[in-house]
C-alpha cells in the first residue's frame, strides 16, 4: 500500500494508492476509510471529512498465515466501501481439508487468474470454504445459486415503480461496481439468458451492458473475483448439463471436491469434527461417519440421491447428544434430508440399522 500524508489547509489528509505494497505495520497502523460529505445550507458550503480506522482482521485476517495465504493480497490498499463491507463473512466455521490446501489453491488461483472453479457433489464444503476464503481475504461475497429460478432482474437489475431514476441494481452488477467475490453455485445450471450475459464480464477485465438501463456501460471491479462451483453428479439434478463453453474456456484453475470419508475409507478428523461439533462420543460420531461414508458411496453409485455432508452429519450427532436414540435421531435428519420418498427412505434406515443396530 502506498501512502502519502499532505498538510492542506492546516490540516493532515491521507491519500491512499493502489497497486503498490508497504511494510505490514503501516497496512496495521493506518487504514483509514474516508469518506466526504457536501452540502450547501443558505449559499454556505460545508464540506465534511470523516476517517475511520477499519477492523484490522477485515483487512489482514490472524488465519491468514495458517493457511498459507499471506503473500496473496486480493485487494492491496483498497478499503471496500462501508456499505458493503457488512458482505464480509465473520467466523466462517472450521475447515476440514486433509492436507489438501483448499485454501491457499483457492486464494492463488484469484490472485493469479482472477477466477476458479470448483467442481465436487453437494455436500463437499465447496460453498463452505467460498464463505472462508472470501473471510480470510476480506472480501464481500455476491452469492447466486444458479439452480433456483433467479430472474435477470434480480442479478441485473431493474426499474422500480415509475420513472428513471428508479433503477435498482441487481446482485451481479453491485458485485461489478464494488468489487468482492461473486460465487456463482451450480454453475452448470445456469439459464441460457443470465449466461449469454455473463461471458463479457468473464474476462477480467470485462464489462457488463445495461441495455435496460439506456446501455450504461458497468465495468468489472479491478478487486471483482469470481468463484463458480458444480455437481458432477447429476442423478438428483435434472437440470444439470453441461457447463456452458464460454464458461469452462475462462476458468483456469479447476480444483475437486470430494467427502472427507467414503465407502470404507473413513477419515479421523471427520470424526473428530462431529465429537467437537456436537458432543457425542469418538465411539458414536465413528459410527455416525461410517454410516454417512456408506451412503455417500451409495449416491456416488447413483443408488440414493443425496449423500449426508458433514453438516446433515453433525445434525444427526446433535439429536444423539441430546439423548435420543440413534435409529430415531437418524429418522428425524438424515432419513428425510436424502429423500421424500418411503423407499429410498427405507434404503437409508437399513444403512444406519447395520451400524446402531435395529432396535
Ligand atoms: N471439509 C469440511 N469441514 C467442515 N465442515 C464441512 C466440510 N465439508 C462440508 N462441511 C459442512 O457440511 C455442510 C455442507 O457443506 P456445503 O459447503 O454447503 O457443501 P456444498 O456447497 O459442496 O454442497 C455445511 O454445514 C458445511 O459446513
Ligand atoms: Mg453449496
Same mark, same amino acid.
Given at each position: 500500500m502506498s501512502r502519502s500524508t499532505k498538510k492542506k489547509n492546516g490540516a493532515f489528509t491521507f491519500s491512499m494508492g493502489y497497486g503498490t505494497q508497504g511494510k505490514k505495520e503501516d497496512q496495521k497502523s493506518l487504514l483509514l476509510e474516508e469518506k466526504s460529505l457536501k452540502t450547501q445550507v443558505n449559499g454556505a458550503r460545508v464540506q465534511i471529512s470523516i476517517s475511520k480506522p477499519v477492523l484490522l482482521s477485515e483487512y489482514n485476517h490472524p488465519l491468514r498465515k495458517k493457511y498459507n495465504i499471506e503473500k496473496y493480497d486480493l485487494h492491496p490498499g483498497y478499503v471496500f466501501p462501508e456499505e458493503v463491507r457488512a458482505l464480509i463473512p465473520k467466523g466462517t466455521p472450521e475447515y476440514v481439508d486433509k492436507g489438501k490446501n483448499y485454501v491457499e489453491r483457492i486464494v492463488r488461483a484469484l490472485y493469479y487468474?482472477?477466477?476458479?472453479?470448483? !467442481?465436487?457433489?453437494?455436500?463437499?464444503?465447496? @460453498?463452505?470454504? !467460498?464463505?472462508?476464503?472470501?473471510?480470510?481475504?476480506?472480501?464481500?461475497?455476491?452469492?447466486?445459486?444458479?439452480?433456483?429460478?433467479?430472474?435477470?432482474?434480480?442479478?441485473?437489475?431493474?426499474?422500480?415503480?415509475?420513472?428513471?431514476?428508479?433503477?435498482?441494481?441487481?446482485?451481479?452488477?453491485?458485485?461489478?461496481?464494488?468489487?468482492?467475490?461473486?460465487?456463482?453455485?451450480?454453475?452448470?445450471?445456469? *439459464?441460457?439468458? !443470465?449466461?449469454?450475459?455473463?461471458?463479457?464480464?468473464?474476462? @477480467?477485465?470485462?464489462?457488463?451492458?445495461? @441495455?435496460? *438501463?439506456?446501455?450504461?456501460? !458497468?465495468?468489472?471491479?479491478?478487486?471483482?473475483?469470481?468463484?463458480?462451483?458444480?455437481?458432477?453428479?447429476?442423478?438428483?439434478?435434472?437440470?444439470?448439463?453441461?457447463?456452458?463453453?464460454?464458461?469452462?474456456?475462462?476458468?483456469?484453475?479447476?480444483?475437486?471436491f470430494d467427502y472427507l470419508s467414503v465407502g470404507d475409507e473413513i477419515c479421523p478428523d471427520e470424526v473428530d469434527l462431529i465429537v467437537k461439533r456436537s458432543g457425542v462420543d469418538k465411539d458414536t460420531a465413528y459410527k455416525i461417519v461410517k454410516v454417512g461414508a456408506e451412503l455417500r458411496r451409495q449416491y456416488k453409485n447413483g443408488d440414493l440421491p443425496y449423500g449426508p455432508s458433514p453438516g446433515d452429519l453433525i445434525n444427526w450427532a446433535v439429536l444423539i447428544a441430546d439423548g435420543v436414540s440413534p435409529q430415531k435421531a437418524a429418522d428425524e435428519t438424515i432419513v428425510g434430508t436424502t429423500s421424500d420418498d418411503a423407499e429410498i427412505q427405507e434404503m437409508v434406515r437399513r444403512v444406519v440399522y447395520s451400524v446402531f443396530g435395529s432396535k
Amino acid at each position: 500500500m502506498s501512502r502519502s500524508t499532505k498538510k492542506k489547509n492546516g490540516a493532515f489528509t491521507f491519500s491512499m494508492g493502489y497497486g503498490t505494497q508497504g511494510k505490514k505495520e503501516d497496512q496495521k497502523s493506518l487504514l483509514l476509510e474516508e469518506k466526504s460529505l457536501k452540502t450547501q445550507v443558505n449559499g454556505a458550503r460545508v464540506q465534511i471529512s470523516i476517517s475511520k480506522p477499519v477492523l484490522l482482521s477485515e483487512y489482514n485476517h490472524p488465519l491468514r498465515k495458517k493457511y498459507n495465504i499471506e503473500k496473496y493480497d486480493l485487494h492491496p490498499g483498497y478499503v471496500f466501501p462501508e456499505e458493503v463491507r457488512a458482505l464480509i463473512p465473520k467466523g466462517t466455521p472450521e475447515y476440514v481439508d486433509k492436507g489438501k490446501n483448499y485454501v491457499e489453491r483457492i486464494v492463488r488461483a484469484l490472485y493469479y487468474f482472477k477466477q476458479c472453479a470448483l !467442481v465436487g457433489p453437494s455436500g463437499t464444503g465447496k @460453498t463452505h470454504i !467460498v464463505y472462508l476464503v472470501a473471510e480470510l481475504c476480506g472480501l464481500p461475497i455476491w452469492e447466486v445459486n444458479c439452480g433456483l429460478q433467479t430472474s435477470t432482474y434480480d442479478l441485473f437489475g431493474r426499474y422500480i415503480g415509475l420513472g428513471k431514476e428508479n433503477w435498482v441494481d441487481g446482485q451481479i452488477v453491485m458485485w461489478c461496481r464494488y468489487g468482492g467475490l461473486l460465487y456463482l453455485d451450480e454453475a452448470n445450471m445456469m *439459464k441460457q439468458d !443470465v449466461a449469454a450475459r455473463m461471458n463479457p464480464i468473464l474476462d @477480467t477485465r470485462g464489462h457488463i451492458v445495461l @441495455t435496460e *438501463k439506456d446501455n450504461e456501460i !458497468v465495468h468489472r471491479h479491478p478487486y471483482g473475483y469470481i468463484v463458480i462451483s458444480m455437481n458432477p453428479f447429476s442423478a438428483e439434478f435434472v437440470g444439470t448439463k453441461p457447463l456452458n463453453a464460454a464458461l469452462r474456456r475462462r476458468m483456469s484453475v479447476w480444483i475437486d471436491f470430494d467427502y472427507l470419508s467414503v465407502g470404507d475409507e473413513i477419515c479421523p478428523d471427520e470424526v473428530d469434527l462431529i465429537v467437537k461439533r456436537s458432543g457425542v462420543d469418538k465411539d458414536t460420531a465413528y459410527k455416525i461417519v461410517k454410516v454417512g461414508a456408506e451412503l455417500r458411496r451409495q449416491y456416488k453409485n447413483g443408488d440414493l440421491p443425496y449423500g449426508p455432508s458433514p453438516g446433515d452429519l453433525i445434525n444427526w450427532a446433535v439429536l444423539i447428544a441430546d439423548g435420543v436414540s440413534p435409529q430415531k435421531a437418524a429418522d428425524e435428519t438424515i432419513v428425510g434430508t436424502t429423500s421424500d420418498d418411503a423407499e429410498i427412505q427405507e434404503m437409508v434406515r437399513r444403512v444406519v440399522y447395520s451400524v446402531f443396530g435395529s432396535k
